[in-house]
């Protein structure tokens, strides 16, 4: 997967309770992102971070939040307030270079579900 | 606004042929577009990208063309084997954009063997 580790694979969630879904990566990116899935459908961006101790919402940041205190580890909590949490869930991370964008590297994906 | 699109859901091939899945993209600002091929269960795999200021790009078996004057681009698969049945996606993003890489919703290709 690129270097990039996901966990867990599977997640279940109980009504008004937060999870975290973590991803680390070992490539030495400055950028990470996290993107929503559901079945059928396209990524779409929640959160995304630049650079340690900063991060941007994306389309769909209601009832996420994430942090970025380390490189290599970019964090998400899906809260009580995100109604319906049910998704594929894939981390991803990127080396921005002169401005220009670059590739995307994904990890394998976290699948929540609502007990 | 902003959007990225494929022409067909689906796509059937037989095992051998070449495969052309295509994507439409909106943002006439777009300068970076990437491929990615996602198999069920896991995260998207970079398959090949191109530049605007280019109008194809080739790789194993697989080639990228780019019509910037009707904002089109589309993923060439020679010989088309088991393997390569998967959802391939496209996504653009604008260097004013950086970081935001816009996702179409995928086309799943389906070879018959």
């Known amino acids: 997967d690129g270097g990039i580790t996901q966990s867990p694979k599977y997640l279940f969630r109980k009504e008004g309770q937060n999870v975290t879904l973590s991803c680390e990566q070992n490539l030495n990116h400055d950028a990470m992102y996290w993107y929503r899935q559901d079945p059928g459908q396209g990524l779409r961006l929640i959160y995304y971070?630049?650079?340690?101790?900063?991060?941007q919402k994306g389309d769909i940041a209601e009832g996420y939040s994430v942090s970025r205190e380390k490189k290599e580890s970019f964090p998400l909590t899906v809260t009580s307030a995100q109604k319906n949490p049910t998704a594929f869930y894939l981390c991803?991370?990127?080396?921005?270079?002169?401005?220009?964008?670059?590739?995307?590297?994904f990890g394998s994906g976290t699948q929540l579900s609502v007990l | 606004g902003e959007s990225v699109g494929l022409h067909l859901p689906t796509l059937s091939v037989q095992e051998g042929d070449n495969s052309i899945i295509n994507c439409a993209y909106s943002n006439s600002a777009s300068d970076y577009f990437i491929w990615y091929k996602q198999e069920s269960g896991k995260g998207p795999q970079f398959i090949i990208d191109?530049?605007?200021?280019?109008d194809k790009r080739q790789g194993q078996r697989v080639t990228v063309l780019l019509n910037k004057t009707v904002k089109h681009l589309s993923l060439q698969i020679a010989a088309t084997q088991p393997g390569d049945s998967a959802v391939y996606f496209c996504a653009e993003i604008a260097a004013s954009n950086t970081g935001k890489l816009i996702f179409g919703q995928g086309t799943t290709l389906q070879v018959k063997p």
């Open positions: 971070s630049q650079i340690v101790n900063d991060f």
């Open positions: 991803a991370s990127a080396n921005p270079r002169r401005g220009q964008n670059e590739k995307l590297f």
């Open positions: 191109i530049r605007s200021n280019m």
